[in-house]
């Protein structure tokens, strides 16, 4: 029993999981799993366009985990993503990654296709004329924030597919922030207006106990075997 295959498990059998592993866990770090998860949302995602630095991606999946977003995606049709753990200083264990690197190099079409088949309105962050000022982006609806390569910024089928776009307010000579820093200003904008506008920004409880079964097999040690045992025992008995 691995973490990819929990979803196949029934809801039931997941909780019961859950409630096994919790006690392998102690009381401080389970206090500290509820109240992260009070605080997750997946109304805002962050979508990566092939960035040429490791090192920028780990550091937006590290700002991502510290204001409560749950998912991350990676597209790599030129550039892979090489996790430098020094930068992400153990993020990326509490967050949702999900890469497109299918060899038809069409990630990117593949990724927001899917983000706007659930619901996500595509917001891409461009430079140019005529986006929309960071403050005035409506959070009304879930959006997916889409950041290109430090070079040339998003690409033409991003641009495309894309519902709005946004640019963040300078007043100096720079023509840009570092896209770390760029996330960083959009999601505290945005998740903290999201917080203070919408009354459903915030995880179903469904979403929260698949989570929080994915954070304590990752927290338990040999959790795999200790689900397998569990799980098999349990099927013994019934």
């Not at 079409?109 to 309105?121: D, F, I, N, Q, V």
């Not at 495309?160 to 963040?168: E, P, R, T, V």
Request: net charge neutral; proline share 3%; hydrophobic share 35%.
């Amino acid at each position: 029993m691995d973490i990819d295959s929990l979803n196949e498990l029934d809801r039931q059998s997941a909780r019961d999981l859950s409630a096994y592993l919790a006690g392998f866990v102690t009381e401080k770090k389970r206090s500290s799993m509820k109240r992260v998860l009070a605080g997750r949302t997946q109304a805002v995602t962050v979508v990566l366009e092939d960035i040429f630095q490791p090192h920028n991606t780990s550091a937006v999946i590290r700002s991502c985990e510290c204001f409560g977003v749950q998912d991350v995606h990676v597209i790599e049709n030129h550039n892979p993503y090489t996790v430098n753990r020094d930068v992400v200083m153990g993020a990326i264990k509490w967050i949702d990654l999900h890469r497109y690197n299918h060899s038809d190099g069409h990630n990117t079409e593949r990724c927001l296709s899917e983000l706007k088949a659930k619901g996500y309105g595509i917001v891409a962050t461009t430079l140019g004329k005529g986006a929309t000022p960071l403050p005035d982006i409506p959070v009304e609806e879930n959006l997916a924030l889409v950041f290109g390569t430090e070079e040339s910024g998003l690409s033409s089928a991003a641009k495309a597919l894309s519902d709005h776009s946004l640019k963040i307010p300078m007043h100096g000579f720079t023509q840009s922030f570092n896209i770390s820093v760029s996330v960083a200003l959009c999601l505290y904008d945005i998740c903290g207006r999201l917080r203070k506008t919408r009354c459903n920004w915030q995880l179903t409880k469904e979403q929260r106990e698949k989570i929080e079964l994915r954070w304590l097999m990752k927290a338990v040690r040999n959790s795999e075997i200790v689900a397998h045992r569990f799980l098999s025992d349990r099927a013994k008995e019934a």
